[in-house]
Structure formats: structure tokens, C-alpha cells
Nanobody, 120 residues
């Protein structure tokens, strides 16, 4: 069974930094594109950033230049370095990954989410 587990969410002051991690575990063949999404109260879930297995990245305009997505394929882990945080970055952040298992090719998996709160 495949699991994605996020960590690193916290309460931080405006202008501060946080680093989120997402670790994939279980039995699978490969992980292709991974991404971070977020959902603020009363809003739809939105893409924050995504990264291919080869390292190509894509960012939402609202976070470009402040957030950096990366991954370590050797340990099946993805990161999101968030700098210059703003109150509008407050949301539950979710990890997403396209994973191929022995039974199913390219299926979407989601983590349980980690809360990021930016407030003074």
C-alpha cells in the first residue's frame, strides 16, 4: 500500500521560512511527477508547484521566486522550501504524486495534508 506523508507545517510569522517534506512509502515501481497543492478555508485546492522525475519545475505565479520545490529520488522524498511567507500563504498543504505500482500504472496519490499558518 502506497502512502504519502507530509511534515514540516507550522505557525510562522510573516517574512519567515518553512520547509515541507513529503515522503512516499510502500510498494511501488516508480514515481513520476510530484507536486504540492494547498487549500485555504473557503477556497478551492490550488497547485503550488510541481516537479518531474527529471527535475523540471513549474510554479504558481503567487509563489514564484519565494518557494522552491525539489526532490530526492533516491529516498522518494519531495520538499518545498518556502521563504518570505505571507499571511495569504496560510493553508493546508497537500503532497501529490503520480505513482506506478505493480497493479496500477500512473495513479494519483495524496497525502493527508500539513497546516501552514502565517500570522504575527
Amino acid at each position: 500500500q502506497v502512502q504519502l506523508v507530509e511534515s514540516g507545517g507550522d505557525l510562522v510569522q510573516p517574512g519567515g521560512s518553512l520547509r515541507l517534506s513529503c515522503a512516499a512509502s510502500g510498494s511501488f515501481l516508480s514515481i513520476s511527477t510530484m507536486g504540492w497543492y494547498r487549500q485555504a478555508p473557503g477556497k478551492q485546492r490550488e497547485l503550488v508547484a510541481k516537479i518531474t522525475r527529471g527535475g523540471s519545475t513549474n510554479y504558481a505565479g503567487s509563489v514564484r521566486g519565494r518557494f522552491t520545490i525539489s526532490r530526492d529520488n533516491a529516498i522518494n522524498t519531495m520538499y518545498l522550501q518556502m521563504n518570505s511567507l505571507k499571511p495569504e500563504d496560510t493553508a493546508v498543504y497537500y503532497c501529490n504524486a503520480m505513482i506506478t505500482t505493480f497493479q496500477t500504472p500512473y495513479r494519483d496519490y495524496w497525502g493527508q495534508g500539513t497546516q501552514v499558518t502565517v500570522s504575527s
